[in-house]
């Protein structure tokens, strides 16, 4: 099974970016759909972002959409999410999660989708 390890969260100012990476071992990575997840003070954990193993289909958050990038870099085993133009209401911390996959072209936005999780690192956009 994979395990999965995120850094790069920090504390910005509103209007600021940070590049989140999720490193993954243990196993194929190009076998895993990959999504990025967050749980922001009393709330819900929400899907942010999610990409196909392929890396060619993606998914975002509305309210992410044209701020967020989800990448991923295969051959380095790597997921990323770069986000710009952060905003407060983007406090949070963000999950890395993964599943395997048989078919390319699939991603999940649910966290039932998902088995494997990394330990989240903690993203803070205050002015």
């Known amino acids: 099974q994979v395990q999965l390890v995120e850094s790069g969260g920090g504390s910005v100012q509103t209007g600021g970016s940070l590049r989140l990476s999720c490193a993954a071992s243990?196993?194929?990575?190009?076998?895993?759909?990959m999504a990025w997840f967050r749980r922001g003070p009393g709330k819900e954990r929400e899907v942010v972002a999610a990409?196909?193993?392929?890396?060619?289909?993606?998914y975002y958050l509305e309210t992410v959409k044209g701020r967020f990038t989800i990448s991923r870099a295969n051959a380095k085993n790597t997921v990323y999410l770069q986000m710009n133009s952060l905003q407060p209401e983007d406090t949070a911390t963000y999950y890395c999660?993964?599943?395997?996959?048989?078919?390319?072209?699939?991603?999940?936005?649910?966290?039932?989708?998902?088995?494997?999780w990394g330990q989240g690192t903690q993203v803070t956009a205050s002015s």
């Open positions: 243990g196993d194929t990575f190009s076998r895993y759909a």
């Open positions: 999660a993964a599943r395997p996959t048989v078919s390319s072209s699939i991603y999940y936005t649910t966290t039932a989708g998902y088995p494997y």
């Open positions: 990409i196909t193993r392929s890396g060619t289909t993606t």
